[in-house]
């Protein structure tokens, strides 16, 4: 199995729509979460962390469910900007593991 | 600073050839890893270092692959000999820490 599991889509969204991604994690002590964004033939950059009480920034919100260990991410009122892939992160043992991404396209 | 520093970017090959990437971590920056990143398997974790040392190579594909830190600003990648399937991009990331990576722009390499 998998560390991080992600729905590789691809996701295609109107602009101005409202996207959410989710990603498991098969390790219970992992200790720290991440979405990462990569646009195309560039490096993945660190969007957000993600906090277990939940945490926003702009349009982007994440979420942390320990129980269930998955995260998520939701994106509001999508921009044609938003295009590209993105990837959920687990930080377990002193490793990070990095899920294989979700692409989404922003359609005009 | 100007972050994490990786050359070649791009860097084609014939078979058989030695190949060296080259990764300069950030200043202060105590952890280092190698990765591939291909269409079909994504990001795959090559190797990382912690102070120098090598912790964790069983990302590694065979021996053709090693890797080396000298120093703790610097690294380097090596295949040999390199093989078409050596295809990818391959990605530097450093770390302060075990709170997020920053990663180099890759060397994309081309085994012909």
């Known amino acids: 199995r998998k560390e991080v599991e992600q729905d590789p889509g691809p996701f295609n969204v109107p602009e101005g729509a409202t996207v959410a991604f989710n990603c498991t994690y098969s390790n219970s002590a992992s200790q720290s979460f991440f979405w990462y964004r990569q646009d195309c033939r560039k490096e993945p950059k660190l969007l957000m962390s993600v906090y277990s009480s939940g945490n926003e920034d702009g349009r982007f919100t994440a979420q942390l469910n320990r129980a269930s260990q998955y995260i998520s991410l939701l994106i509001r009122d999508s921009k044609l900007s938003d295009s590209a892939t993105y990837l959920c992160?687990?930080?377990?043992?002193?490793?990070?593991?990095f899920g294989t991404g979700t692409s989404l396209t922003v359609i005009p | 600073d100007a972050g994490v520093i990786q050359s070649p970017r791009h860097e084609v090959t014939e078979m058989g050839q030695e190949v060296t990437l080259r990764c300069k971590l950030i200043s202060g920056h105590n952890s280092l890893f190698w990765y591939r990143q291909t269409m079909m398997r994504g990001l795959e974790l090559l190797i990382y270092?912690?102070?120098?040392?090598?912790?964790?190579d069983s990302g590694m594909p065979e021996d053709r692959f090693s890797a080396k830190m000298p120093n703790a600003s610097f690294s380097t990648l090596k295949i040999q000999p390199s093989e078409p399937r050596d295809s990818a991009v391959y990605f530097c990331?450093?770390?302060?820490?075990?709170?997020?990576?920053?990663f180099g722009s890759g060397t994309r390499l081309t085994v012909v």
């Open positions: 990331a450093s770390s302060p820490n075990s709170y997020g990576y920053t």
């Open positions: 992160v687990v930080n377990a043992g002193n490793q990070f593991y």
């Open positions: 270092f912690n102070n120098n040392v090598p912790i964790d």
